[in-house]
């Protein structure tokens, strides 16, 4: 279930429970849970149960994405009145990693200039392409598809890029640029 019997995820969890069961097994919590001690002692143990699980997810973390190699994509509106996305696709490196349906809510969101995350996980450093098809409507009532196909560096440590669409009168014919937030 959680892999490798080395791995530092099985290592922690393994750690969790037995402190649990020996916390648990040399006091005797079931029958002293009705007296003040018990309880207080009941509380102690959840609250590092609390402790070590927050600990456990942090691990995962670290270990699913290792900060040297971690890439976050984000998508956002250049400006709130020339399109309003339908769907986007994106796949990188040939590899699809989004597909998505816009619900009214968030047309709305992102109109009002919010950025919504599209992707989260790991990359190597070097060149990637970035593979977009969007569908949207445009502010004159038309339909446009766009598929477009953008190059990125992934650099050491944590990188984010942002994905800004826009469409300019008089045509709005929509664009999509790469911002890279630093």
């Given at each position: 279930?959680?892999?490798?019997?080395?791995?530092?995820?099985?290592?922690?969890?393994?750690?969790?429970?037995?402190?649990?069961?020996?916390?648990?097994?040399?006091?005797?919590?079931?029958?002293?849970?009705?007296?003040?001690d018990g309880a207080l002692e009941i509380e102690r143990l959840k609250g590092e149960v609390a402790a070590l699980s927050q600990e456990l997810i942090e691990l995962q973390q670290a270990a699913?994405?290792?900060?040297?190699?971690?890439?976050?994509?984000?998508?956002?509106?250049?400006?709130?009145?020339?399109?309003?996305?339908?769907?986007?696709?994106?796949?990188?490196?040939?590899?699809?990693?989004?597909?998505?349906?816009?619900?009214?809510?968030?047309?709305?969101?992102?109109?009002?200039?919010?950025?919504?995350?599209?992707?989260?996980?790991?990359?190597?450093?070097?060149?990637?392409?970035?593979?977009?098809?969007?569908?949207?409507?445009?502010?004159?009532?038309?339909?446009?598809?766009?598929?477009?196909?953008?190059?990125?560096?992934?650099?050491?440590?944590?990188?984010?890029?942002?994905?800004?669409?826009?469409?300019?009168?008089?045509?709005?014919?929509?664009?999509?640029?790469?911002?890279?937030?630093?």
């Amino acid at each position: 279930m959680l892999g490798n019997a080395h791995s530092p995820l099985r290592t922690t969890w393994t750690l969790l429970v037995l402190v649990v069961f020996l916390l648990t097994g040399r006091h005797g919590l079931a029958g002293d849970a009705q007296t003040p001690d018990g309880a207080l002692e009941i509380e102690r143990l959840k609250g590092e149960v609390a402790a070590l699980s927050q600990e456990l997810i942090e691990l995962q973390q670290a270990a699913f994405y290792p900060a040297d190699t971690r890439f976050f994509l984000f998508l956002s509106l250049a400006s709130n009145d020339g399109l309003t996305p339908e769907s986007i696709e994106i796949a990188i490196d040939g590899r699809p990693v989004v597909s998505h349906l816009y619900s009214e809510r968030e047309k709305l969101s992102l109109q009002r200039g919010g950025a919504q995350a599209l992707y989260t996980g790991n990359l190597s450093l070097g060149e990637h392409r970035l593979d977009i098809t969007l569908a949207a409507q445009a502010q004159n009532d038309r339909y446009v598809r766009r598929e477009s196909s953008l190059t990125f560096r992934k650099r050491a440590g944590e990188t984010t890029i942002e994905l800004q669409l826009a469409a300019s009168p008089p045509d709005f014919e929509p664009s999509i640029t790469l911002q890279d937030w630093q």
